[in-house]
């Protein structure tokens, strides 16, 4: 999508009842037309045209996971804004993230346990469209050593060396524990991102993520800031030690030990077909990103993903990088690929610049599977509920980060990804406003950009509120989960031209490039809530090979096409003839 197109897109104003923005599709020749609805005839049809509807809901009318029909199999991500199956379709994740932050730090299926994820979870999250769930794990738990802060065999300054607090029995206990979890999803045909997951650094600090024995604060003294969590990204001794490891200056080797344990956690699943890939560092962060331009921050930032042995290049200047000299010469990304040559690397950039919508100085990683991933919340949001205080200031805020993630995306142009790594919105919402939520999917449709919804439950978030959840506390959605289960294309057999969805009326258009390379059909999630009286789909350009009334409506595209369009809309098909 040209950034003409997209600042166009930008410049509209949404709907804030979660009607979907209005999108202007690329005029082309259509040619067949095929019409599919429910499953009892309801009229007569025009020639070579079948007209059917369903008085049931469709949900009721296919499994959650037949295998025929949904998207399943290794994700790639060649160059370019798109994730791909093996079939060369261009796929699109929705989904949730779920993260447990107390010990044990996983999710997993123990229904007498507050940490408890269980089929009734995969079930609920398959049945509302989701395909992907962002799955926390964390440092703390794979490598938790022994002793407090400021240790004096890990803080010293000096050459980084092996701390010899790594327990790969207790790092492998506890990833079985999350393949559990990965595998109870896999049965609903759910992926897993696996995110390493982190707030504040650390419990000292009313967070969690490392452990106890990485925080290294020098003479700085550890202690919490008072009031609400997120007043220790201010805290100087927090500060220092996450400087201490961005710089890898002390002997405990704090980049090396967390990059050993991303390795341990890649080839664990690295022959996983549900495994999506691995998100190294969530919302990484320093103080000195505000201080200074954020070239400082951002140089250490890319030289943890590449190493110092391969750097990249910083900016949209491509300027030349000199690593901290005690950083691991293969750096994350290059561990994680070593271990597990199949699945994706989802890349995070400095979490300052999500928070303020600048640019990311993150520049070209030559690396075949990188995907862009970032965040999105506006500042204008009251601290507590997350619900925005002025809607449209918070909706003109993220839709302008969008675009400038998606031009940040384009400098990242490497030999390995040409056009770029494909691009995705791993965390926003965290509110239960439909308003805004609504015009963050439209706006993210209309951009051909998946996404996951922060969160799926409420865990008693150390770092987070009871009014971020889809499942409240009485275990029923709330409305904002009506918004999220969309009608969407989870695979196009071509290039998509953004595709819209409302919530309010059940309506669903795309338009697609057909590709004469892809063999397998465009699936398209038909979302239950919205057609309780069944839905009429037609294409034009290809042919609808599903059942009628299913929940994934699969059509082939018609030889000689130019383009094909798929619609679908609550209720019965209009009677012909």
Known sequence: MSTERAQGIARRQPSYRGRPACVVLVALTLTVLTSACGSEATGLAAPGVTAQFSARSAYNTEKVNPTRTTLSGRIEAPGGPFLRDRSGRVVFLHGVNAVYKYPPFELSPDPTKPWNFDAGDARRIAGLGFNVVRLGVLWQALE??????????????GAPGD???FNAAVARNYLAKVKRTVDLLGRYHVYTLLDMHQDVYNQVFRGEGAPAWAVC???VPVFALPGRWSTNYANPGLDAAV???WRNDVIGDLQGQFDMVWGTVAHYFSNDRWIVGYDPYNEPFSLRALNDDGRDFAVNLECFYTGSAHPGLLGADNAPITCPPDDPAQGVIGTIEAADPHHLVFIEPDNYTVRHAGFDLLGAMDYPRLVYNFH???GERNPHTGDPTNLKTCLDHE???MVQRMNGRLIKSAPDQPGGPAWYMSEFGATHSVGLVGGVTSYANALDLGWAYWSWKYYNDPTGSSFEALVNPSGHLEPTATVLSQTYPEAVAGTPHGFSFSAATGDFSMTYTPSRRVRAPTIVFVADAHYRAGYCATARGGRI???PGDVHLLVDNSRGARAVTVTVR???CPQRG
């Open 376 to 378: 999105i919340y506006c």
């Open 144 to 157: 938790p050593g022994t002793g407090g802060p400021n240790q004096p065999s890990v803080c010293a300054p």
């Open 545 to 547: 090979v599903s059942h």
């Open 570 to 572: 609550p209720g019965p």
């Open 243 to 245: 400087n201490h490891f």
């Open 217 to 219: 604060t020098g003479l």
């Open 399 to 401: 839709v302008a980060h």
């Open 163 to 165: 701390p010899r607090l």
